[in-house]
């Protein structure tokens, strides 16, 4: 199964389409990622100021999903589900994600999986 994955949780829009591991593999595959920084939007206040990056990551998701698809090389009729970070995090980046996530996989009828932000840092371990 490929699933798509936002990740907006503080100053960085992150996409990304994974393949789920096969049979007893314990990891899937990377098919694409792309990650757009927010930093010279934040650099003169010297730190992340949320309301900029929510509105930075409202504008960057559509073209950002569009090319981490296309580098994946997948049709969105070949995704299994979308997933996105949910918390804890920058309430407006997290809603902007996870509402754009939603639309997704409304659209396409596929689930949505809400991740936890800080359990998927502790995941990446693996």
């Known amino acids: 199964m490929r699933v798509l994955g936002i990740e907006t949780s503080c100053d960085e829009t992150a996409v990304a389409v994974v393949e789920a591991p096969a049979g007893d593999a314990p990891l899937g595959a990377l098919l ?6 927010q930093m010279s939007e934040h650099r003169s206040f010297g730190g992340v100021v949320p309301e900029i990056a929510a509105r930075a990551h409202l504008a960057a998701l559509p073209g950002l999903a569009a090319q981490t698809i296309a580098r994946a090389g997948v049709a969105w009729a070949e995704l299994g589900g979308v997933a996105a970070s949910t918390g804890p995090g920058l309430i407006g980046g997290l809603i902007v994600g996870s509402q754009f996530g939603k639309g997704i996989a409304l659209a396409h009828g596929l689930p949505f999986v809400a991740v936890n932000h800080l359990e998927a840092h502790a995941l990446t371990a693996r």
């Open 32 to 37: 694409s990622n792309v990650v757009y920084s």
